[in-house]
């Protein structure tokens, strides 16, 4: 029996990295860092330009400022973000 849970246990603990690894569709939060091309900050290390954002007609609608803190979706994968607002 302990072979057996030995065995569910990594075959649970894989199946689940390999979600991880697949980045699924999430709810993150980015920092304007200009407007002229649209460009926000995830963190420290990824930018991205207006080519991998997407805006909802309310983030369109919010007059996105430098500074502006932002709700986004990232899409499965992880290559595009729609913004959905603004965080206020």
Request: proline share 2%.
């Amino acid at each position: 029996m302990r072979n057996e849970d030995d065995l569910l246990r990594v075959i649970k603990k894989a199946a689940m990295e390999a979600v991880k690894a697949s980045m699924p569709t999430a709810v993150v939060y980015g920092k304007v860092t200009k407007t002229e091309p649209l460009t926000v900050q995830l963190d420290a290390k990824r930018v991205y330009d207006d080519d991998f954002l997407v805006l909802t007609k309310a983030a369109s609608d919010a007059s996105l400022s430098v500074g502006d803190k932002v709700a986004m979706i990232r899409e499965d994968g992880g290559q595009r973000f729609l913004i959905l607002d603004k965080v206020v």
